[in-house]
Structure formats: structure tokens, C-alpha cells
């Protein structure tokens, strides 16, 4: 029109070097409090314990119902930032009272600088202890997480979690029984308030096909806890929680809630 030139721009290339910019801004900010903080971790070589217990409405995991009414405990110890932790839930699986549910999870990992790196390994007491056959709805389960935290100051957290072995299958378009590798991907955040309180929210995702959505990649969960904690003791404690999990796709249950009384050792 009138002799004028008109650009061209292709929006998929802006979009994708705005985003290549983005993502190399979050590194670089995730990285300050890494190097800041790196001389002070490299300094603690103290031998670290902890332990408690709690009794649960419900079992919430990663926007899934995954049990009713239970009692659960851990008990960790840590040197140098490795670190062992062993957690078990006795429960039932429904209000009905009638079939419990046992399961022990055991982590091994590594601790430090806001990163944690760990292997997750999961017994539901349905089979062996040692068996890592596929199977759909019973078997161990072993996945690999890591996940950052920003700083104690920006207590945000990235983390991401893979199953890579054992119970985890899904049907493909060929009727084949195939290992998922289900992954969960989190942003969680937690405020400290007042008198005792803190406030904790995290948005989940799953990225593809698996045990968290059988169809695709979905917004997992959107989750908020508000917590109250009292000082018994220099180490001990107690605490309240309520929490309120939505997952948006879920076949049922997708508002999920969760009343939950604790007792801590750290």
C-alpha cells in the first residue's frame, strides 16, 4: 500500500528464542543462590537425624486418592548430604474399614546447595519384596526424582519425578503391556506466617501418558496446605494441617481433602 514495506515475522521463531530467553533467565537466577551459598553447605559436615509420625484422613499423593484413613511415620539419618530415609503407611483403602493397605518406601539420596537427588523405591507388600515384574495394579515401584529450591529466603521448589522400573504399565496402540516411565513435574512454594502457621501451595503436571492420567499429559493437581506447628521441645514438635487437593482431569475424586496430626524429631 502506498509503496510501503510490510515484515514478515514468523511468530513460531519469537516465540521460541522468548522462550529460549526465559528459560536461560530462570537458570541463571536459580544459579546465584547455588554460588552464594556453596561455601557455607561445603562447611557443614555434621551427622543429621530426624523422625515422625502422623495420623491422616486421608492418603493424598501427588493429586491421587491413594488411600483413606492411615497412620504414617519416617525415620531419616544423613552425613555430608547423603542421606537414607525410610517411610511406611499402615491404612485402609476406603471408609469402609475393611481392606488395609501396608506400604514402605525407602529413599537413598543426596542433599545440598538446594538440590536433591534420590532414588525412590516403593513396597506394597502384594508380592515379593526383590520382584520388579511390570504389572499394572500391584508390584514395587522405583523412580528417580530431583528437585531445587531456590533459597531459604525464595523457598521455591522445582522437582521432577520418573518411575523407571517395576509397576508402572500401560496398553499401547498395539495392544502391548509397555513400561509408562509415569513422570510428575511440581512448582510448590511454601510461606511462613505468624504464631506458628505456614502456608504451602504446588501445581503439579504430568507430562505424557501414564499411572497419574491414562490419557496424556494434564494438569495433575493444584494443592494448598495451611499448617500449624508448636515447639514442645528443642528438637520435638507438633503440628495440624489441612490441606485441599483439586485434580482438574480426574475421573473421580477431583476435589480431594485431607485433615492431618503430627508429631516431628528434627
Same mark, same amino acid.
Given at each position: ?14 516465540? %521460541? ?6 528459560? !536461560? ?28 509420625? %502422623? ?6 499423593? %501427588? ?12 525415620? @531419616?539419618?544423613? $552425613? $555430608?548430604?547423603?542421606?537414607? &530415609?525410610?517411610?511406611? @503407611? =499402615?491404612?485402609?483403602?476406603? !471408609? ?19 538440590? @536433591? ?13 526383590? &520382584?520388579?515384574?511390570?504389572? !499394572? ?21 522445582? #522437582? ?22 509415569? #513422570? ?9 506466617? %505468624? &504464631?506458628?502457621? #505456614? ?24 494443592? =494448598? ?20 487437593? =483439586?485434580?482438574?482431569? !480426574? ?12 508429631? $516431628?524429631?528434627?
Amino acid at each position: 500500500m502506498g509503496g510501503s514495506e510490510c515484515t514478515v515475522i514468523d511468530s513460531r521463531l519469537v516465540i %521460541r528464542e522468548l522462550g529460549s530467553k526465559v528459560v !536461560a533467565l530462570m537458570l541463571c537466577i536459580g544459579a546465584l543462590p547455588f554460588v552464594n551459598s556453596a561455601g557455607a553447605y561445603a562447611q557443614k559436615s555434621e551427622f543429621t537425624y530426624g523422625a515422625q509420625a %502422623r495420623v491422616q484422613s486421608a492418603y493424598l499423593w %501427588r493429586g491421587l486418592h491413594a488411600g483413606g484413613a492411615n497412620i504414617q511415620a519416617s525415620a @531419616n539419618v544423613g $552425613y $555430608y548430604g547423603m542421606y537414607a &530415609d525410610l517411610w511406611w @503407611n =499402615v491404612g485402609v483403602t476406603d !471408609a469402609t474399614f475393611k481392606v488395609f493397605q501396608p506400604e514402605v518406601d525407602i529413599s537413598i539420596g543426596f542433599q545440598r546447595w538446594g538440590l @536433591n537427588i534420590f532414588a525412590l523405591y516403593i513396597h506394597n507388600f502384594n508380592c515379593g519384596f526383590f &520382584d520388579f515384574g511390570n504389572y !499394572a495394579d500391584k508390584g514395587n515401584r522405583l523412580e528417580l526424582d530431583i528437585s531445587y529450591t531456590l533459597s531459604d529466603k525464595i523457598p521455591l521448589t522445582f #522437582s521432577w519425578a520418573t518411575r523407571v522400573a517395576a509397576s508402572d504399565g500401560v496398553i499401547n496402540d498395539k495392544g502391548e503391556f509397555v513400561q509408562a516411565y509415569s #513422570s510428575y513435574a511440581q512448582i510448590s512454594y511454601i510461606q511462613a506466617l %505468624r &504464631d506458628g502457621f #505456614s502456608l504451602y501451595g504446588a501445581i503439579g503436571v504430568t507430562p505424557w501418558r501414564g499411572v497419574y492420567n491414562p490419557n496424556g499429559a494434564a494438569l495433575q493437581n493444584i494443592e =494448598v496446605r495451611l499448617r500449624k506447628s508448636w515447639t514442645v521441645a528443642e528438637r520435638c514438635g507438633l503440628m495440624l494441617q489441612g490441606q485441599l487437593c =483439586v485434580n482438574p482431569f !480426574a475421573a473421580t475424586n477431583v476435589i480431594l481433602t485431607n485433615i492431618t496430626f503430627g508429631v $516431628y524429631l528434627k
